[in-house]
């Protein structure tokens, strides 16, 4: 047993390819550990708020999702790792991160919309509107729409292509924090509400 520590709330953890765990925490820094030696090999600092969420890109690089308002983009080669990009537009926090099969990645925000983001050009390619309060998760579904929960209770669905929501699903009665796609196509979420849906 082994205790990695931060000096305030770990809000996010990733498991990351070359075998490191990257955390983050409510004192606005990521640290990428080495799980063998149950030490850190890298502090990334930039962000100006508590970072919410984190994904390793298919890239290799790191996206990080925080209370600053920002998305950035990290170089995780070890001895080198840095900041190499910082994605601005949302107006809150940013909750939750996902990337898509076409390589952009999807941001789910407090200001209640969810992001579209070009890694090619750090620039978003298009908002996605309709959720009345704050998006809490995201996950693409096999037929490449994305689906989202939030805290106006609702699950939507969103056809990429078009940029507009298709499906709207209704039945908690309270925040939905979380989704994921089934092996057999269906959807599961859980909710403030006490229940998980299927």
């Known amino acids: 047993q082994a205790t990695l520590t931060h000096t305030a709330h770990v809000w996010a953890l990733v498991f990351l390819e070359d075998g ?10 990521i640290k990428v550990w080495n799980l063998s030696t149950a030490s850190h090999s890298a502090i990334l ?15 290799r690089r790191l996206a990080s999702g925080s209370t600053d308002n920002t998305v950035r983009l990290w170089n995780l080669s070890p001895g080198t790792e840095q900041c190499v ?4 537009g ?4 940013v909750r939750c991160l996902v990337q898509l099969r076409d ?10 919309s969810i ?17 009345g309060n704050h998006v809490w998760d995201l996950v693409q579904l096999e037929d490449g ?12 669905l969103w056809d990429l292509s078009r940029g507009r929501c298709v499906m709207t699903l209704l039945g908690h009665s309270n925040w ?23």
């Not at 490191?20 to 820094?29: D, E, H, M, V, W």
């Not at 949302?90 to 926090?93: A, F, G, K, P, Q």
């Not at 994305?146 to 106006?152: C, I, P, Q, R, Y």
């Not at 939905?176 to 299927?198: C, E, M, P, Y």
């Open 20 to 29: 490191r765990l990257a955390t983050g925490s409510y004192q606005s820094s």
């Open 45 to 59: 600092s930039g962000h100006t708020g508590e970072v919410t969420s984190l994904i390793q890109l298919r890239d």
């Open 85 to 88: 990009g910082v994605l601005t």
């Open 90 to 93: 949302h107006s809150s926090v």
């Open 103 to 112: 390589g952009r990645i999807a941001s789910g925000s407090c200001d209640v």
């Open 115 to 131: 992001k579209i983001w070009n890694l090619d050009t750090n620039e978003c390619d298009m908002s996605l509107e309709g959720h």
């Open 145 to 156: 729409r994305l689906a989202s929960v939030a805290a106006d209770n609702k699950i939507k």
């Open 176 to 198: 939905v924090f979380s989704i994921i796609q089934l092996k057999d196509g269906r959807l599961a979420t859980g909710s403030n509400d006490q229940s998980i849906k299927l």
